[in-house]
């Protein structure tokens, strides 16, 4: 089983994840932000990776500190139960529809963190989440993952949809791109050698 565990302590949180890449979608979500652990309940369920996390964060300044830390640590840990990635698909994509909305992401595990983000929103918050965090949420976790990440809104109306849309979609993207691909076995995507 491709399993890991972080705990990242700083000043301003204190989060424990654990992941395992080949679950079945089972997760146990505590930021103390609602509307975060409910897309990162669909990050795991839509993606079949088993997710614990939890944080405690400093909440009573803003919400940044921990959207932020949490996108980190959750990059950190799939990272590290990646291992030396060999085997993997590398590259997963997905067209991920919500009624209104249709969001578009593509991932490339590929060592490089890199983030694409065309999602605009027509409010502030939603929730008691500022809607400029998911964007720090999937640029840290992008990062700390080495992956680039795309995720482009084709359109839509309402703002709770997107964001889902955008988690969902990144979560199908994934469970792709960990998938062990049984013809390169012991190899890794890539023609360098190394991922």
């Not at 400093?58 to 940044?64: A, G, T």
């Not at 983030?115 to 008691?128: H, I, N, T």
């Amino acid at each position: 089983m491709r399993t890991a565990t972080i705990t990242r302590q700083t000043k301003e949180t204190d989060i424990t994840a654990t992941v395992n890449l080949d679950g079945t979608g089972v997760y146990n979500i505590s930021t103390g932000i609602g509307f975060l652990d409910h897309m990162l309940e669909q990050l795991s369920r839509h993606s079949l990776i088993d997710i614990n996390l939890t944080c405690k964060g400093d909440l009573h300044i803003d919400n940044h500190h921990t959207a932020e830390d949490c996108g980190i640590v959750l990059g950190q840990v799939m990272l590290k139960a990646l291992s030396d990635k060999k085997g993997i698909a590398r590259f997963g994509d997905a067209l991920s529809p919500m009624d209104d909305t249709l969001t578009e992401i593509a991932v490339d595990i590929c060592g490089r963190g890199y983030l694409v983000w065309q999602v605009e929103f027509s409010q502030d918050k939603l929730g008691e989440m500022e809607v400029e965090l998911f964007r720090e949420w999937f640029h840290a976790f992008a990062m700390n993952l080495g992956a680039n990440i795309h995720v482009v809104n084709r359109h839509g109306l309402n703002n709770h949809h997107k964001i889902e849309s955008a988690f969902k979609g990144l979560a199908r993207s994934l469970r792709q791109a960990v998938t062990l691909d049984g013809r390169q076995a012991g190899m890794v995507a890539s023609t360098k050698g190394k991922l």
